[in-house]
């Protein structure tokens, strides 16, 4: 008896893919069965829809705001900031720092 995959589990199968030997057996024994189905020419083509859609550049990533622990101040017991070259406390980094 046959189990139908959705979609959710083939993009799983993509998702996990690490490149190792059965995985690339595997994937080599779908492009034998897609190549030999009567729409295989069409779907193995590089410029296939699905082809194009996997291979393009996903959009640049917004420029994200972090902390960083600064060596420059430390807190005193009663919440006052002290210079001292031993303590920490958090400060905001722009991108790319």
């Not at 589990?9 to 492009?31: A, C, E, I, N």
């Not at 959009?59 to 705001?65: D, I, L, T, V």
């Not at 902390?67 to 980094?93: D, I, K, M, N, V």
């Amino acid at each position: 008896m046959t189990t139908p995959m959705s979609a959710e589990r083939f993009s799983d199968r993509f998702r996990f893919y690490r490149d190792q030997p059965q995985q690339q057996r595997g994937v080599l024994q779908l492009y034998a069965a897609i190549s030999s189905s009567d729409q295989g020419g069409t779907i193995l083509d590089e410029q296939a829809p699905w082809a194009v859609t996997f291979s393009e550049q996903p959009p640049p990533a917004a420029r994200s705001r972090r902390w960083a622990r600064s060596p420059r101040f430390r807190r005193s017991r009663y919440g006052r900031s002290a210079e001292a070259g031993t303590g920490q406390t958090w400060r905001f980094l722009p991108a790319g720092e």
